[in-house]
């Protein structure tokens, strides 16, 4: 249990959480009339328009084929503050994180108008980068802190490696969706790419394939839960 006092089992969210002023956050669940369908990803990757920023937009490109609006922010090049662990998000339950010399609070607001959400990284040192675990902690946090207000939305992690360290890149990104109440989709083989340099993600066939086929099923059921 995150946040000390938090009553065990499942908690109510909110009945209203504000994004700032006169900016209410959606919350899960049904579409509103004549909203479409959204998912949002973010790319732990510094490095600009990287093999994993690549792999994020193939997933996008099923998506958007599917009509499904998308975006995709490259979190990896922010500096993102990591969570002071300081308990203030669950105290205000405001959806807001107090933090406010990055553009976290703004991450979070796209993540509750989105119905799914992608998180994508490169593996560093065997895990995901900083910038990515920064970014998670803190969403994460205000999310747990504010009623699991991520809870059933769609969620799909990407990892990207030159050799190892995919697979528990991608359980730790899975971990956070889970703890969240949030939805996996699967594909046929674990989300994951072997690339170094740039235009390696175009000889991994398999795993291109991989993230055309998640792409498709996180269309799939997204289209189900709408």
Same mark, same amino acid.
């Given at each position: 249990?995150?946040?000390?006092?938090?009553?065990?089992?499942?908690?109510?969210?909110?009945?209203?959480?504000?994004?700032?002023?006169?900016?209410?956050?959606?919350?899960?669940?049904?579409?509103? @009339?004549?909203?479409?369908?959204?998912?949002?990803?973010?790319?732990?990757?510094?490095?600009?328009?990287?093999?994993?920023?690549?792999?994020?937009?193939?997933?996008?490109?099923?998506?958007?084929?599917?009509?499904?609006?998308?975006?995709?922010?490259?979190?990896?090049?922010?500096?993102?503050?990591?969570?002071?662990?300081?308990?203030?998000?669950?105290?205000?339950?405001?959806?807001?994180?107090?933090?406010?010399?990055?553009?976290?609070?703004?991450?979070?607001?796209?993540?509750? @108008?989105?119905?799914?959400?992608?998180?994508? +990284?490169?593996?560093?040192?065997?895990?995901?980068?900083?910038?990515?675990?920064?970014?998670?902690?803190?969403?994460?946090?205000?999310?747990?802190?504010?009623?699991?207000?991520?809870?059933?939305?769609?969620?799909?992690?990407?990892?990207?490696?030159?050799?190892?360290?995919?697979?528990?890149?991608?359980? @730790?990104?899975?971990?956070?969706?889970?703890? +969240?109440?949030?939805?996996?989709?699967?594909?046929?083989?674990?989300?994951?790419?072997?690339?170094?340099?740039?235009?390696?993600?175009?000889?991994?066939?398999?795993?291109?394939?991989?993230?055309?086929?998640?792409?498709?099923?996180?269309?799939?059921?997204?289209?189900?839960?709408?």
């Amino acid at each position: 249990r995150p946040f000390k006092g938090e009553p065990r089992g499942a908690v109510d969210i909110p009945k209203k959480v504000w994004a700032g002023k006169g900016k209410k956050i959606r919350q899960p669940g049904a579409l509103g @009339e004549g909203m479409a369908i959204k998912v949002v990803a973010f790319n732990g990757s510094p490095r600009a328009n990287g093999n994993t920023h690549q792999a994020l937009q193939v997933v996008l490109d099923e998506l958007a084929r599917e009509g499904i609006g998308t975006e995709l922010i490259d979190i990896g090049r922010e500096d993102i503050k990591p969570c002071r662990a300081c308990g203030s998000c669950g105290k205000n339950r405001d959806g807001r994180c107090v933090i406010t010399e990055d553009r976290m609070n703004e991450h979070i607001q796209r993540i509750m @108008e989105a119905q799914g959400v992608i998180i994508g +990284s490169p593996v560093y040192f065997g895990n995901m980068t900083a910038q990515t675990k920064a970014f998670a902690d803190r969403a994460f946090y205000v999310a747990k802190g504010n009623g699991d207000m991520f809870r059933r939305k769609v969620g799909a992690a990407v990892a990207v490696n030159r050799r190892a360290g995919a697979l528990d890149t991608f359980d @730790e990104i899975n971990k956070l969706f889970l703890i +969240s109440q949030m939805i996996v989709p699967g594909s046929s083989y674990w989300n994951t790419v072997t690339a170094l340099r740039p235009g390696d993600l175009a000889k991994d066939e398999e795993g291109l394939r991989t993230l055309r086929t998640l792409g498709q099923n996180m269309a799939w059921l997204l289209k189900r839960l709408e």
